[in-house]
């Protein structure tokens, strides 16, 4: 089933059931069973790299810059060619634009030459075009320049054989164009996770098809989908299964045989129609459920097989917020990815008085507005029901507030904007 309440009348312990982990535990618990799966790198092109782990370590072959070259569009000469005076007269004997290979500089004389275009050998010296003048082949400089000013030094961004990238640094565009910086077109990286995606809830129904009557449209497989894409995951979307305790059964199983992670959507609560939990534990083991949290209780964690397992509550913001806060980093220790698993966090000030005190620690979907030299206000979306999907796409990030807390305004609480927890 793909909703379900998150009321606090039923977040005590009841007869039979385990406690409620807290957010810590719960993370750490699904971190401490995570197990990388074992494999050889694989090697791809630089083009087809973004969001993929490093299996090795990156040290440079060559020098970036490969060579000495200006700063500046101007004009290559030797300082000590100027004599005490610094305002001698120089010919210009040759043309240097970048790409182009120059000749040694002769005494006393002094080269054209542009922005990135290598420095002739015997020049120390590059005066910009803006400080001379020219008459004929001659130049004639109207300020007096520094030794060494304007020139980048050979090895002046990465010098050769240093540490450039280390292993289990997730690739973005940044690194992909340091990588191009130095002539590599491969690189090593950790085999993708693969996630088997499935969606509970015969309600259900794929966008662009007609409603019948009863259905809603399946919002959480596209969310997750993009979701799972973005962190450099290979994700099967095996759509959506029907509520029956024998439907759930046969997904999770063939769902297991070619996956590292299946993650589902909703059927984990209490309710009649709600199949995960029973087929889970049928087939493989559940070690985790439910956390001290909204939205999100109903959380999931297990194992089926070789295949970690993670069932996520069915309405659409639960299943993103617990996805953000508990996915996010196994996978993280799934990919071997250096850093920490889970980001730090900043903190803003609560925009209006807290008078719901609730049993569970609550994440808030907000917006800062930012005032210079304070910290942020957080103001929260209008309605924080976990079936408004629109309050996470107005909202930049969450707010924590603690549980059973009566707050005052401007109380300065943690927040995790959605880009920290993305990256």
């Known amino acids: 089933m793909s909703t379900h309440a998150e009321t606090d009348h039923c977040c005590s312990d009841g007869p ?14 699904i971190l401490d069973a995570a197990r990388p799966p074992l494999a050889a790198p694989q090697w791809v092109g630089c083009e087809q790299a973004l969001a993929r ?64 275009a ?9 005066v910009m075009q803006e400080d001379c003048a020219v008459e004929g082949d001659w130049l004639v400089l109207r300020e007096p320049p520094r030794r060494g000013s304007h020139i980048r030094p050979q090895g ?14 997730r690739l973005d565009p940044r690194y992909l164009g340091v990588l191009a910086s130095l002539g590599l077109a491969r690189v090593a990286v ?5 996630i088997a995606l499935l969606t509970t809830g015969t309600e259900l129904a794929a966008p662009g ?81 439910r956390v001290r949290m909204k939205p999100g209780k109903p959380l999931a964690f297990g194992r089926l097989g070789e295949a970690h397992f993670v069932g996520l509550p069915g309405n659409p913001v639960s299943a993103y917020v617990t ?28 925009s209006r008085d807290w008078a719901e005190a609730r049993a569970r620690r609550e994440f808030l979907r907000v917006r800062l507005n930012r005032e210079a030299g304070e910290l942020p206000w957080a103001e929260a979306y209008e309605r924080q029901g976990s079936d408004v999907l629109t309050g996470a796409a107005w909202a930049e990030g969450l707010i924590e507030i603690p549980e059973s807390s009566n707050l005052k305004r401007g109380t300065a609480l943690r927040y995790w904007s959605f880009e920290r927890l993305l990256s």
């Open 16 to 29: 039979g059931r385990p406690r409620l982990l807290s957010v810590e535990e719960a993370r750490s618990a």
């Open 53 to 116: 782990v490093l299996a090795e370590d990156i040290r440079a072959p060559i020098d970036v810059p490969p060579h000495e070259n200006s700063a500046m569009d101007g004009y290559a000469l030797r300082f000590e060619d100027l004599g005490a005076d610094r305002d001698r007269r120089l010919r210009i004997t040759q043309r240097i634009a970048a790409g182009e290979p120059p000749r040694p500089l002769e005494p006393e004389t002094a080269a054209r030459i542009f922005t990135g």
């Open 118 to 126: 290598p420095l002739p050998p015997g020049a120390d010296t590059v």
């Open 156 to 169: 002046n961004d990465i010098a050769r054989g240093s540490l450039v990238l280390s292993a289990g640094t």
């Open 190 to 194: 950790r085999p993708l996770t693969r």
């Open 209 to 289: 098809t007609p409603l019948a009557p009863g259905q809603i449209y399946n919002s959480n497989g596209p969310l997750l989908t993009a979701l799972l894409q973005g962190q450099g995951c290979e994700v099967c979307n095996r759509g959506v299964v029907l509520d029956s305790l024998e439907a759930t059964r046969a997904a999770l199983a063939e769902a297991a045989e070619a996956a590292d992670l299946v993650i589902t959507t909703g059927g984990v609560s209490v309710g009649e129609e709600d199949h995960v939990k029973s087929a889970l534990e049928s087939l493989g083991s559940l070690d985790l459920w």
């Open 323 to 350: 996805a953000l806060l508990f996915v996010l980093p196994l996978l993280r220790r799934l990919q071997g990815r250096a850093g920490p698993d889970f980001p730090d966090c900043d903190y803003a000030r609560l």
